[in-house]
DNA sequence: GGGCTGACCTACT
DNA sequence: CAGTAGGCCAGCC
């Protein structure tokens, strides 16, 4: 091990525990809503950025089966190339859960946290 | 040490 | 709505 990983063992719990809690962030997504970089970067705590949140879910095992699908970015699209194979999948996925995407959009107002609690209130008609 | 890249974000033009 | 600019953090050369 290096000396750098020792230098202060009980100092800053923060090692990759930031990453940990990325993936508790998005097991915790409820099914049929999605959530973007930044959010998830702002549950999983201060000193995460929404890049590290891309980089945790490409590093996530697929053994915990993490819903990587149902994160995408601030403008309710999926961040990868349309017609590569993530994209399809992703979508898919989430069509399967009951999202639905408008010219390869979705709506962050409805299908996001607060849009859920929204559909709690108003229902479907919103 | 510096420089570039990446499943990104916000703000402004 | 599209394009640009600055910021963000980790990994690799």
Same mark, same amino acid.
């Not at 089966?65 to 989430?94: A, C, D, E, M």
């Given at each position: 091990?290096?000396?750098?990983?020792?230098?202060?063992?009980?100092?800053?719990? &923060? !090692? =990759?525990?930031?990453?940990?809690?990325?993936?508790?962030?998005?097991? =915790?997504?409820? $099914?049929?809503?999605?959530?973007? @970089?930044?959010?998830?970067?702002?549950?999983?705590?201060?000193?995460?950025?929404? $890049?590290?949140?891309?980089?945790?879910?490409?590093?996530?095992?697929? =053994?915990?089966?993490?819903?990587?699908?149902?994160?995408?970015?601030?403008?309710? $699209?999926?961040? !990868?190339?349309?017609?590569?194979?993530? @994209?399809?999948?992703?979508?898919?996925?989430? &069509?399967?859960?009951?999202?639905? !995407?408008?010219?390869? $959009?979705?709506?962050?107002?409805?299908?996001? @946290?607060?849009?859920?609690?929204?559909?709690? !209130?108003?229902?479907?008609?919103?």
């Amino acid at each position: 091990m290096t000396a750098s990983s020792v230098t202060s063992s009980e100092e800053k719990p &923060e !090692f =990759d525990s930031w990453v940990v809690a990325v993936w508790h962030v998005v097991q =915790d997504i409820p $099914r049929g809503c999605v959530l973007t @970089y930044g959010e998830v970067a702002r549950l999983a705590g201060s000193g995460g950025s929404p $890049r590290r949140v891309s980089q945790a879910l490409r590093q996530a095992p697929r =053994d915990m089966k993490l819903p990587w699908h149902r994160v995408i970015n601030s403008q309710g $699209r999926i961040s !990868f190339p349309v017609g590569s194979q993530g @994209y399809r999948q992703q979508k898919t996925r989430l &069509e399967k859960e009951g999202v639905v !995407f408008l010219n390869g $959009r979705t709506n962050l107002q409805r299908y996001g @946290y607060s849009g859920a609690l929204d559909k709690l !209130f108003w229902g479907d008609s919103v």
